[in-house]
């Protein structure tokens, strides 16, 4: 909880009583590898803040494929963002690669804390630029890059993260096959 209020205070700068009020609506929740902590089709009404583990959100294809689209590591927030601001169900699906601590609050919490710690909108704001930084990153890296250079750019930005996660996560997250992504692997 500490490095969280320490980050969040860096972003917005709360005072005393306003982390005091922020961290009476947090929970934490511990999620078993694989487990899925955001499910498709039903509204994601949460947000969460990683403490230690990864996440991965993705969604199902029709003919049964995963599509990774986003990785959340320790010290970064994930939701399913669309269905978080709008209400409606989720398309994608998140679950965690390994045993994750996560912080969490609810959408309902965060509007009341808003409205009490008018703060709150500018954290709510900068989490949302970055969000649309890494979709937009990923959408351009998918659309111009050959997958040479989208694994470069992959690797660069997660260093650690294809060691440690199955090979199947990464591939489908750089839109290759896993075949492929082992032949990149050697290759560079």
């Known amino acids: 909880m500490e490095n969280f ?6 972003l917005v700068g709360f005072d005393e009583n306003e982390i005091a009020e922020i961290v009476q609506y947090i929970h934490e929740s511990d999620i078993s590898k694989d487990e899925i902590w ?6 994601c009404n949460q947000i969460a803040y990683v403490i230690s583990g990864k996440l991965r959100l993705f969604y199902n294809k029709a003919d049964g494929n995963e599509i990774t689209c986003h990785f959340a590591l320790p010290g970064m927030f994930i939701s399913s963002f669309t269905s978080f601001i709008t209400g409606m169900p989720a398309n994608e699906r998140i679950a965690a690669i390994e045993n994750t601590k996560i912080l969490v609050i609810n959408k309902a ?11 709150l909108h500018i954290l709510r704001r ?6 649309y930084v890494m979709i937009e ?3 351009i890296m998918l659309q111009s890059l050959n997958a040479t250079e989208r694994y470069k ?7 650690n993260l294809l060691l440690s996660i199955p ?4 591939a489908s997250y750089l839109g290759v096959t896993p075949q492929h992504l082992s032949r990149l692997r050697k290759k560079i």
């Open 167 to 170: 090979l199947h996560y990464s």
């Open 5 to 10: 209020l320490n980050y969040i205070n860096t």
């Open 109 to 119: 919490d965060l509007e009341r804390l808003s409205d009490f710690i008018p703060k």
């Open 153 to 159: 750019i992959y690797v660069s930005e997660f260093p």
């Open 126 to 131: 900068i989490i949302a630029e970055h969000l």
């Open 137 to 139: 990153k990923r959408a």
């Open 38 to 43: 955001s499910e498709s089709n039903t509204e």
